[in-house]
């Protein structure tokens, strides 16, 4: 069954700090993204990537950045972090590999507060 | 790019009744649908998909109806019970993106 992991599963980081938000995926899925869910906006995309060494922004990639150094692990960075970024982050790989449809598998998600 | 809403964003309704939640999208070209449930404090997960080809899916005790005409996709609860209390979200994407779009959700409450 495929497995998507995330941690930590909660977070509180300082305004300013440093962040990373990690997330392995053992189903051997080229695709990986990272949403955020926020009450009245849904899940909305910050980055994605095709695979090891690729990174591509998505609707929302200001004040994120993204590492995937592995076909495995997909990392979501906040340098500096902000309140605004208090979130629920998801992470998910995708089997999409052209000609049909894209299921996306979902890890359990971090609770970022920011303070 | 597309843009999809999903209404209502709330929706309470007592168990055996139907319930149904529409999202319509704007692009065209839109090709793969999806409905995903996330039960409290857990994650997604995929209920159904849908492909521009097909215009009607089934599942246990739901319908999944593809409008194309309209750009409208709606999930359909037949008799609805607690265990479907959720938060309902629609996704769409076109044939070659990487990128699914996703609805802003529906929190559906099922009363005993």
């Known amino acids: 069954e495929a497995a998507v992991t995330q941690s930590p599963r909660n977070k509180v980081a300082v305004t300013g700090g440093k962040v990373t938000l990690s997330c392995n995926q053992t189903?051997?899925?080229?695709?990986m993204y990272w949403y955020r869910q926020d009450t009245g906006h849904g899940l909305r995309l910050i980055h994605y990537?095709?695979?090891?060494?690729?990174?591509e922004k998505g609707d929302i990639p200001d004040g994120y950045k993204a590492s995937r150094p592995s076909q495995e692990n997909f990392s979501l960075i906040l340098e500096l972090a902000t309140p605004s970024q208090t979130s629920v982050y998801f992470c998910a790989s995708g089997d999409w590999t052209g000609g049909s449809a894209e299921t996306l598998y979902f890890g359990s998600g971090t609770r970022l507060t920011v303070l | 790019g597309e843009q999809v809403e999903q209404r209502p964003p709330h929706l309470s309704v007592r168990e055996g009744d139907s319930a149904v939640i529409t999202c319509t999208y704007t692009?065209?070209?839109?090709?793969?649908f999806f409905w995903y449930k996330q039960e409290p404090g857990a994650s997604l997960q995929l209920l159904m998909k849908v492909f521009s080809s097909t215009e009607i899916n089934e599942g246990q005790g739901f319908t999944v109806l593809l409008n194309k005409k309209d750009k409208r996709l709606s999930l359909n609860l037949t008799a609805a019970h607690p265990g479907d209390s959720a938060a309902y979200f629609c996704?769409?994407?076109?044939?070659?993106?990487?990128?699914?779009?996703f609805g802003k959700g529906t929190h559906l409450h099922v009363l005993p």
């Open positions: 692009d065209p070209n839109s090709y793969y």
């Open positions: 990537s095709y695979g090891a060494g690729s990174t």
């Open positions: 189903n051997n899925h080229n695709n």
């Open positions: 996704a769409v994407s076109d044939t070659n993106a990487y990128k699914v779009i």
